[in-house]
T-cell receptor
Framework: NAGVTQTPKFRILKIGQSMTLQCTQD?????MYWYRQDPGMGLKLIYY???????DKGEVPNGYNVSRSTTEDFPLRLELAAPSQTSVYFC????????????FGPGTRLTVL | DQQVKQNSPSLSVQEGRISILNCDYT??????FLWYKKYPAEGPTFLIS?????DKNEDGRFTVFLNKSAKHLSLHIVPSQPGDSAVYFC???????????????FGKGTKLSVIP
């Protein structure tokens, strides 16, 4: 199993550009999450999904959109990129809503100039 | 306002000695706590967890202690090994039935360096 995979690994955007961060998991997990980690800070939840077709906002959703059309994929869309969105983005998944460990992808390092 | 605090940004320990990483929390509703380990250029990996109904959980070289009255938990690594060098994140969650259940709130992390 590949676990949680994310693409791209690195990306530089200009202010105002848009992009989609891809996340795929092959563990048949229902729950998926997007976090961002700013330098010297902990991870903050952007959006999460409890299953295909169901998403909800986390702590810092502004400037982002998500969709979940399949169990495996949970893309994160950035519209009108801003320097404040420079961060490392992690996708994670877990089996259920309970206190199960979350499995993280390797991250996407995004710089907005 | 930070609800989960890791006040030591870094910690250096000699190989073979004990590493103690600390975490404090302010939200008394938190009832489940986790530690994650992160190597550079990788995602965090789950290490160990503890429910608020317990005060200790052990897994091999790793033990987590919870002091609910002090709103404090700690991770002990004995003996420390060079491969333990990583950033350790403390995380907490609340069990309730509403939206956002089980969302994790992370601390800023502590960078552990184990010196051979």
């Amino acid at each position: 199993n590949a676990g949680v995979t994310q693409t791209p690994k690195f990306r530089i955007l200009k202010i105002g550009q848009s992009m989609t961060l891809q996340c795929t998991q092959d563990m048949n997990h229902n729950y998926m999450y997007w976090y961002r980690q700013d330098p010297g800070m902990g991870l903050k939840l952007i959006y999460y999904s409890v299953g295909a077709g169901i998403t909800d906002k986390g702590e810092v959703p502004n400037g982002y959109n998500v969709s979940r059309s399949t169990t495996e994929d949970f893309p994160l869309r950035l519209e009108l990129a801003a320097p404040s969105q420079t961060s490392v983005y992690f996708c994670a998944s877990s089996y259920s809503r309970g206190h199960n460990e979350q499995f993280f992808g390797p991250g996407t390092r995004l710089t907005v100039l | 306002d930070q609800q989960v605090k890791q006040n030591s940004p870094s910690l250096s320990v000699q190989e073979g000695r004990i590493s103690i990483l600390n975490c404090d929390y302010t939200n008394s509703m938190f009832d489940y706590f986790l530690w994650y380990k992160k190597y550079p250029a990788e995602g965090p990996t789950f290490l160990i967890s503890i429910s608020s109904i317990k005060d200790k959980n052990e897994d091999g070289r790793f033990t987590v202690f919870l002091n609910k009255s002090a709103k404090h938990l700690s991770l002990h690594i004995v003996p420390s090994q060079p491969g333990d060098s990583a950033v350790y994140f403390c995380a907490a969650s609340v069990t309730y039935s509403g939206a956002g259940s089980y969302q994790l709130t992370f601390g800023k992390g502590t960078k552990l360096s184990v010196i051979p």
